[in-house]
């Protein structure tokens, strides 16, 4: 349970021996991207070489599935910014197989918060304010559907300008490989 104080010190040998050095990048850089995935950490290192993607090439925004859930939601609030305030030109949604969130069984993970100490009327609350929380945690049956689903969340929101090229893609978390959903340069319109 020491992870923050064994972080605390890795750090500040980091910034004493100056390692940051080897990773500076500008936050305006050639290739002006954002990029939507999951926050599988087999992804950490495989997703950026796997897209050729260099320090401060791109935004990357991670959640769990690569969901884009809600079109006024915190992933699409920081698509827009990256868009307006970063001058991401192109926006990529990086599902993969073998995602966890396409096996979250929501009866589980709610019957986990409950021994975690979560109590069954703050549940009961909760869904009599309006929130199916089983709906909620769900994740999706096909990574290739929730990427479309994700895209056209993204490509349709009122505040993306209509030239944004919005792509999918599923990339296979042991091997790098790409599956490419869809070409947001052919798919101008969904």
Known sequence: MD?????????????????YEKYKASRF?????VVVTCMDSRLTDLLPRAL????GNSKIIKDAGAIVLHPFGSVMRSVIVAVYELNADEVFV???????????????????????GISSETIDTLESSGINLRKWLHGFDSVEDSVKGSVQTVKNHPLLPKNIPVHGLVIDPET????????GYKHKEL
Do not use: A, Q, W
């Open 176 to 183: 790098g490989k790409l599956d490419l959903i869809v070409d």
């Open 94 to 116: 990086v599902g993969h197989h073998d995602c966890g969130m396409s096996c979250i069984d929501p009866g589980e993970t709610i019957n986990k918060m409950k021994e975690n």
């Open 52 to 55: 050729n993607i260099k320090d």
């Open 29 to 33: 850089k050639d290739r002006k991207m």
């Open 3 to 19: 992870r923050l104080y064994d972080m605390l010190h890795f750090n500040s040998e980091f910034v004493e021996k100056k390692e």
